[in-house]
């Protein structure tokens, strides 16, 4: 059974900084596209950031282009979401999700999710 267990969100400051890491577990993680998503208050999941199999490769939502960095670390089955700069409006719950085919910016590409991490901005 595949487990994503994303932590780090948190309480902070505009202009601060978090990372966020996600925990995969039940199926060899490096076979896999990684990527992050986001739903803010009343909004739809929109995609923050996705990742290759790699790493090599990377994506980012224009909206926080330059301010978020993803990465992975395949022997330690997890990825990452290093967000600095942070606004009000990047107050959201944050997934991690598992890539399965389609578009990578699309929520419905993904077939795993965790359960998501609370990430609040305060201004």
């Known amino acids: 059974q595949v487990q994503l267990v994303e932590s780090g969100g948190g309480l902070v400051q505009a202009g601060g900084s978090l990372r966020l890491s996600c925990i995969a577990s039940?199926?060899?993680?490096?076979?896999?596209?990684m990527g992050w998503f986001r739903q803010g208050p009343g909004k739809e999941r929109e995609f923050v950031a996705r990742?290759?199999?790699?790493?090599?490769?990377?994506n980012y939502a224009d909206s926080i282009k330059g301010r978020f960095t993803i990465s992975r670390d395949n022997a330690k089955n997890t990825v990452y979401l290093q967000m600095n700069s942070l606004k009000p409006e990047d107050t959201a719950v944050y997934f991690c999700?598992?890539?399965?085919?389609?578009?990578?910016?699309?929520?419905?590409?993904?077939?795993?999710w965790g359960q998501g991490t609370q990430v609040t901005v305060s201004s």
């Open positions: 999700a598992s890539y399965s085919s389609g578009t990578y910016y699309t929520a419905t590409s993904y077939d795993y």
């Open positions: 039940g199926r060899t993680f490096s076979n896999y596209v």
């Open positions: 990742i290759a199999r790699s790493g090599s490769i990377t």
